[in-house]
């Protein structure tokens, strides 16, 4: 009887035991699947990038978390960046749409963002790839402007470079060159984030570095406000003139990073001292700098957007630097600097400090023209459809185009302006799904009207300090010209315009491949003292070995 | 009565061969005073009176490309900016004339053509950049019209052919609209 017991006792312990076993096996299986899949989704998911709340991309962004984790990065700042998500512009018909109405944009960080995934060996998401802003990153040949017009326009049309049955037209401004001497007097307001998201070597030491650049192409004339903000804010440098270098290096060289993220208190403290100081037609701005985590309050974005719109209306401009990876906030800062009349730059190494903030300062800090606006009008004889290649988050109503209470974009000392329209000539079918055929309105193609005359661009635009605006007007003919006779500013327009179609993976990118992005960048870049070109060519070859 | 008008006549006849043959040897003098001259100047070798007048005001051009051109319409203002290319060494002036045209819905019209004599100083390649501001009087414009400009070298302003639009050479004008705004 004992030993039947025992035995009883002995084959329920060998049970529970492989039980056990069992268990752990399972779990064991389970934690490493769940490993691998995570790395393997690394580089392919797109939907992770989607316009949702920052609550739900904090939990679902698990695999740019596990890159920087394994680069030692802040174990806090694991979520992903966060991008508007972007629904490209179709093609529309000229006989439904003649009008095509957007504002300008000088923004380039979306150029420095992809080129810094690249050089992480990373490809970029496809909401970080703004074609326009990788277009603007460079300069082009545009001549300056006469008459006393602020920026000169420059038009241009040649055969599509990745669909040979399209054309592409070229719209491009060039603002007038200001000698820093000839600049009216800032008044700058410094908000930098100093929260602990910010202790990494390409975030706050890259800040310094750039604001050093910045405060070195300042006068005695100007003068700068340093206001930082992490858990609390504080005016850590009052209002001083520029020439106190000193001064003001040693306030910078003295933050630190550490703490949560508490933007609102920051931004109106930087408001109060810059209108404390206010200089009457002066450049009065704001320049935030961070890496996005720009924490507010989930109820309180609204009210940031509408506080910095008023203060734009009382003269307080708004620039906003990005840095750094892991958690930044591209949708936001852009959104803010798009309100505040300021431009968005990410500084991702010395090199674009020195561009943004260096040889470019004046364009951020002398308006030579705001709220531009353009308006183009196509003629249906010779123009089927039209497509405009990026812009889609600067999209007017035609009717705003004539009212002068819209905001629009603003174009600084030297900054130059490109935008391009893919066009589908006349006689042939515009792709437009899930849409029928008009019936009554039928164009036929006419050779006399305007003949030849593809469309008209009009341009509104407002002196820096009239409510005013102006208006210009250029018309466009037709010469039939090809992509390889075309001028050098419309081949490297079209090879950086083809090279974000390819990194966007768009529906309209027809035939764009590397090489041919690559051949046109060859074939127009000229001179390049500055060396940009030949680095975009490069990033091209590092896209093709990553794709 | 007979001798006398024969001896006018041999008189006038050796009168006119004399100056005739003296254009071979006399440069005519200009005004140095609106010249600056990049090079020392040298006495011009012999040439015939016509062809010398040919050479010096036509192909002294070889290219003229605008860069931009501005008309507001408001103050009647052009401001233009171009580029020229020599093609003679010693250029004293050039002469350029700008054809301007007007497109609408029935095609396209001749509007006017404004010449301009200048002296632009070429830099060591041959090439000069200028800007020229100028008052002109347009036919009226319609606002729905886009002005075109066709630039020319070496014009002469009694060229009895009236311009024709060079479509491959023209040139979109920005005009600052008057009844637009």
Same mark, same amino acid.
């Given at each position: ?10 084959? $329920? ?7 056990? !076993? ?103 998401? $496809? ?32 055969? !599509? ?8 037209? /070229? ?79 040693? #306030? ?84 803010? #600097? ?14 674009? #400090? ?26 249906? #004889? ?23 209470? $819209? ?20 006689? /042939? ?44 007007? /250029? ?73 | ?181």
């Amino acid at each position: 009887m004992r030993n039947r017991k025992s035995k009883v006792r002995s084959e $329920k312990v060998d049970v529970r035991s492989l039980i056990f !076993c069992a268990v752990l096996l399972f779990g064991a299986l389970i934690f490493a699947s769940c490993s691998t899949q995570s790395s393997d989704q690394a580089y392919s998911s797109n939907d992770v990038y989607s316009k949702r709340s920052p609550a739900q991309d904090m939990s679902s962004n698990s695999n740019m978390a596990t890159r920087l984790e394994v680069e030692g990065f802040d174990e806090q700042k694991t979520d992903a960046e966060r991008y508007a998500e972007i629904e490209e512009n179709p093609f529309l018909e000229t006989s439904r749409a003649p009008l095509s109405t957007f504002s300008i944009d000088v923004d380039t960080a979306s150029y420095a963002n992809v080129r810094r995934y690249l050089n992480d060996g990373m490809m970029p998401p $496809k909401d970080a790839v703004r074609i326009e802003e990788l277009v603007n990153y460079f300069e082009y040949d545009y001549p300056q402007p006469v008459g006393g017009v602020p920026f000169s326009v420059n038009t241009e049309v040649a055969s !599509c470079p990745w669909n040979a049955k399209n054309k592409l037209v /070229q719209i491009g401004l060039q603002g007038k060159k200001v000698s820093l001497d000839n600049v009216p007097p800032s008044n700058l307001v410094f908000l930098l984030d100093v929260s602990g998201s910010m202790n990494d070597p390409r975030k706050l030491p890259l800040l310094k570095n750039s604001l050093e650049i910045l405060v070195n192409q300042l006068t005695a004339k100007d003068r700068v406000a340093i206001v930082v903000y992490a858990g609390s804010s504080g005016l850590v440098l009052p209002s001083t003139t520029a020439n106190n270098r000193g001064e003001i290096m040693n #306030a910078l060289n003295n933050l630190e990073a550490g703490g949560s993220t508490n933007g609102g208190e920051g931004i109106g403290l930087a408001y109060k001292t810059a209108q404390d100081n206010f200089i009457r037609n002066g450049n009065n701005r704001v320049i935030l700098a961070t890496d996005g985590d720009f924490n507010v309050g989930l109820s309180s974005d609204e009210q940031l957007v509408k506080m910095i719109e008023s203060k734009r209306q009382s003269g307080i401009f708004l620039s906003v630097l990005g840095f750094g990876t892991g958690n930044l906030n591209d949708s936001m800062m852009e959104k803010l #600097a798009d309100k505040g009349n300021g431009n968005y730059a990410y500084i991702d190494s010395q090199t674009e #400090a020195l561009k943004a903030v260096g040889e470019q300062v004046a364009g951020t800090l002398y308006t030579i023209a705001k709220d531009v606006k353009i308006q183009v009008e196509f003629n249906p #004889a010779k123009v089927a459809g039209y497509r405009l290649i990026g812009y889609e988050n600067r999209l007017l109503a035609d009717k705003d185009f004539n009212d002068d209470t $819209k905001d629009a974009g603003e174009i600084g000392a030297g900054h130059t302006v490109t935008a391009l329209y893919e066009i589908v000539p006349a006689g /042939q079918k515009v792709s437009n799904p899930g849409v029928d055929d008009l019936k009554y309105s039928k164009v036929q193609p006419s050779g006399e009207s305007f003949n030849n005359e593809l469309l008209t661009v009009k341009l509104r635009y407002k002196e820096p300090n009239e409510t005013k605006s102006k208006l210009l007007k /250029q018309g466009l003919l037709d010469k039939n010209n090809s992509i390889q006779t075309a001028s050098n500013n419309l081949k490297f327009a079209a090879s950086v315009a083809q090279f974000g179609l390819i990194l966007r993976d768009s529906r309209y990118k027809e035939n764009s491949n590397f090489e041919n992005v690559v051949s046109l960048a060859n074939s127009a870049k000229g001179s390049d003292l500055k060396n940009y070109k030949n680095e975009f060519i490069d990033l091209v070859g590092k896209a093709r070995r990553l794709k | 009565m007979i001798k006398h008008l024969t001896g006018f006549v041999i008189f006038s006849f050796i009168v006119g061969i004399s100056a005739f043959i003296a254009c071979f040897f006399y440069e005519i003098p200009s005004s140095e005073s609106v010249f600056v001259a990049q090079e020392p100047i040298r006495v011009s070798s012999k040439r015939s009176c016509g062809k010398y007048k040919k050479k010096h005001k036509r192909g002294a051009l070889t290219d003229l490309k605008l860069k931009q051109a501005v008309f507001n319409l408001k103050t009647k203002q052009l401001d233009t900016n171009f580029v020229m290319k020599r093609k003679n060494q010693y250029t004293k002036g050039v002469s350029i004339g700008l054809h301007f045209f007007a497109k609408n819905a029935s095609g396209t019209r001749y509007v006017a053509t404004i010449k301009f004599d200048l002296i632009p100083v070429f830099d060591d390649y041959g090439v000069a950049e200028q800007d020229i501001s100028s008052p002109v009087w347009f036919n009226s414009l319609e606002d729905y019209e886009n002005v075109y400009v066709v630039p020319e070298a070496n014009y002469l302003q009694n060229e009895s052919n009236a311009p024709v639009f060079d479509e491959a050479n023209a040139f979109s004008v920005i005009t600052i609209g008057k009844n637009l705004d």
